[in-house]
T-cell receptor, first 111, second 115 residues
């Protein structure tokens, strides 16, 4: 069965520092991977996706993610964190017309 | 930007009661979904719906659950007799088409608390 894992419940980072939110996957066949973000009282918002091609995927709000097949990882990154990036981040894989989510990682960016 | 609207944002119900969670998908979307997240756990797929019928449902979606698109604009999730373990955040989502090229738009969720 397909699954994604987010090993960190929370990530704390100072504003201006680089951030990484980790995700590993276990899928059969080609992995199709996504990152979503949830701000307080808002729905899940799409950030970026990896389907094929370049391993470094650029998305919304300055985020990017690196697909690493050998490590089965799809970590979310941003070179310089903002306080407004504080939110809940979900990694997901594609499972034939549905998304399979991880448990989410809460990102806290401190001023 | 078009939104998926969910009401209510928070509902408290007694165990054994029926609840209906409501969603208004984006008007030109054809595929509809319910997901839920139990506190501290992953977001789980419940059901997908297209052309007025269920396309796929998960093991969670047992006979206590049903979905309906009663009037062409609303998409509802009914839990017939709620259990304590139904307490979760329920997300509605819609898409214009199938396949990887069509993105999901999620609502902000309904937090269901069963007491």
């Amino acid at each position: 069965a397909q699954s994604v894992a987010q090993p960190e419940d929370q990530v704390n980072v100072a504003e201006g520092n680089p951030l990484t939110v980790k995700c590993t996957y276990s899928v059969s066949g080609n992995p199709y991977l996504f990152w979503y973000v949830q701000y307080p009282n808002r729905g899940l918002q799409f950030l970026l996706k990896y389907i094929t091609g370049d391993n470094l995927v650029k998305g919304s709000y300055g985020f990017e993610a690196e697909f690493n097949k050998s490590q089965t990882s799809f970590h979310l990154k941003k070179p310089s964190a903002l306080v407004s990036d504080s939110a809940l981040y979900f990694c997901a894989s594609w499972g034939t017309d549905k998304l399979i989510f991880g448990t989410g990682t809460r990102l806290q960016v401190f001023p | 930007e078009p939104e998926v609207t969910q009401t209510p944002s928070h509902q408290v119900t007694q165990m054994g009661q029926e609840v209906i969670l409501r969603c208004v998908p984006i008007s030109n979307h054809l595929y509809f979904y319910w997901y839920r997240q139990i506190l501290g756990q992953k977001v789980e797929f419940l059901v997908s719906f297209y052309n007025n019928e269920i396309s796929e449902k998960s093991e969670i979606f047992d006979d206590q659950f049903s979905v309906e698109r009663p009037d062409g604009s609303n998409f509802t999730l009914k839990i017939r007799s709620t259990k304590l373990e139904d307490s979760a955040m329920y997300f509605c989502a819609s898409r214009r088409g199938q396949g990887l090229g069509y993105g999901y738009t999620f609502g902000s969720g309904t937090r269901l608390t069963v007491v």
